[in-house]
């Protein structure tokens, strides 16, 4: 199987403070990884360098097969983006526009926009996707948090991309709530058969939807494995996010 | 030869920083203006909807301007005997200086903390990184948008606050005397050079500009957080405001050039 995101050396520091210390990860095609650690230890960090939010000092980030640092900013850009979907932990969801407006947005502004009647049939079927199709006329402001985290998926799902991007999917909603974006995220996954990469340190999102786990720490990847092999290690770091895992780490 | 920059005192080093800045950003602006898409539609919905917001107060200044300087300027002209120069002065000053400069100076405050406000906020909510990761430029959605419509609506609102503060002048002539509205426009508008006007217009162009970009550029790299935001409209207003001196003292310089 081929490697859809691969991450070799990667740092970025601010100022003198280091964030992440020649980090490595790789994540197979279709399949999902989930990163997990504590606050602040650079988990977000981590995937804004890779879509190039952020611009890393060092390091190599290669996904879709393309050298993502040296991609010309621009068009090239754009267009790498396209083929990549990102959830924001806080939805990002543009406030002056309804959600239909807000699904229509990228699609618009694609140079090779489908036409109207495609932009249409596919806001209704991300709509009916992720179980909110009659909100279309709706303002961000009339949701619940859970529903703006349903309607930025819908609208990363819209561009059809290769490669997903989760900032902290579940943080800020209650337990149910978390279940059952988790539950959409893998469902998600499963239907547009794409390859993601999960920030979280929520341990029931990491359970339902990762086939993979990678543990940071200190700006490190520090233990890799699946979710029941990291449950039966004794390590006493590992054991604090399955014993508290609805606790803020 | 390199100046070392550790020599310089905190506030002139942060102003130069924010000086080089917003002269990238105005690079960045030219560079995307030629960009597709070109979102004409946004460009009038900004253009009526910052518009519209600053008619009223513009319109409500201009009128009580004209009527204040026709007030107090009377008095004086009364003691040298040419009352009847009064429209024409009010006229020349409202046109070439006190309608652009007023303007400007109530669209730095209305539409630049408006503008700073707004792109602040989805810059700390994460909006506009939710833009760019989308493939989408939000440079162009945003920003040119918005700079076209300002640099458009600010010689439109001078124009509007013109015409009102004659008005004013033409009422506040007939608190004391009875002047005919024919002959008030005949002395005011008589006495008008094609100089008085057109480089009033042109800066008002520039005016616009300024204000646009400086609260985009301050509501684009607001920090994160909800003071962010405070702190982007109030930078907004203070250096868009700042700009428009500088601008108009340029203006004036290189209009007296070309005249003379």
């Known amino acids: 199987m081929n490697r859809a995101i691969e991450v070799r ?32 230890v650079g988990k977000s960090v981590l995937i804004k360098c890779m879509i190039r939010l952020l611009e890393p000092d060092n390091g190599e980030v290669n996904i879709l097969n393309e050298d993502v640092l040296k991609i010309p900013d621009g068009r090239d850009l754009d267009k790498f983006r396209r083929k990549v979907g990102f959830l924001f932990q806080s939805g990002a969801l543009y406030d002056s526009m309804t959600v239909r407006e807000n699904l229509r947005f990228p699609l618009e502004r694609q140079p090779d926009a489908p036409e109207e009647e495609e932009i249409v049939r596919r806001v209704e079927d991300v709509l009916e996707g992720v179980g909110l199709s009659d909100t279309q006329e709706k303002m961000p402001a009339e949701l619940s948090g859970g529903m703006k985290k349903r309607i930025a998926l819908a609208r990363s799902l819209i561009m059809q991309p290769e490669v997903m991007f989760y900032d902290e999917p579940t943080t800020g909603l209650d337990p149910i709530t978390s279940t059952e974006i988790s539950e959409l995220i893998r469902e998600m996954k499963e239907r547009y058969e794409t390859t993601s990469l999960i920030i979280t340190h929520d341990m029931e999102c990491a359970r339902i939807t990762a086939d993979r786990i990678v543990m940071m720490k200190e700006g490190r990847i520090a233990v890799e494995g699946t979710y029941n092999e990291l449950k039966e290690n004794d390590d006493p770091w590992i054991q604090a996010f399955f014993s508290d895992s609805k606790k803020e780490l | 030869m390199y100046m070392r920059t550790d020599a310089l005192p905190a506030s002139v080093k942060d102003f130069l920083v924010g000086l080089a800045g917003i002269t990238q950003f105005a690079g960045k602006f030219f560079r995307n203006f030629w960009r597709p898409p070109f979102e004409i539609r946004e460009v009038f919905y900004h253009a009526y909807s910052l518009g519209q917001k600053s008619l009223l107060l513009v319109g409500i200044t ?199």
């Open chain 2, 62 to 260: 201009g009128l009580i301007i004209g009527m204040v300087m026709t007030i107090q300027m009377r008095p004086t002209m009364e003691q040298f005997g040419a009352t009847s120069w009064l429209p024409a002065m009010v006229s020349i000053s409202i046109i070439r200086e006190i309608g652009p400069v007023l303007t400007a100076l109530i669209c730095a405050g209305k539409i630049g903390s408006t503008i700073g406000a707004e792109l602040g906020s989805m810059k700390v909510t994460e909006q506009i990184d939710a833009m760019t990761v989308s493939g989408t430029n939000p440079f162009n959605y945003l920003v040119t948008t918005r700079v076209l419509a300002v640099t458009i609506m600010v010689p439109l609102l001078t124009i509007y606050a013109d015409i009102i503060a004659l008005f004013g002048s033409y009422a506040a002539m007939n608190l004391e005397g009875s002047v005919s509205f024919k002959l008030f426009i005949d002395q005011s508008l008589g006495s008008l050079l094609f100089s008085d006007m057109v480089p009033a217009l042109i800066k008002s162009f520039f005016f616009g500009f300024a204000i646009a970009l400086v609260s985009c550029h301050q509501g684009f790299t607001a920090d994160r957080g909800t003071s962010g935001v405070g702190k982007a409209a109030n930078t907004a207003v203070v250096i868009s405001s700042l700009f428009v001196f500088v601008i108009d003292l340029l203006a004036v310089q290189i209009t007296q050039l070309i005249i003379s």
């Open chain 1, 9 to 40: 050396d990667l740092s970025k520091s601010f100022g003198e403070k280091h964030i992440l210390n020649r980090i490595s990860l790789h994540v197979q095609e279709g399949e999902t990884l989930v990163v997990l650690g504590r606050s602040g």
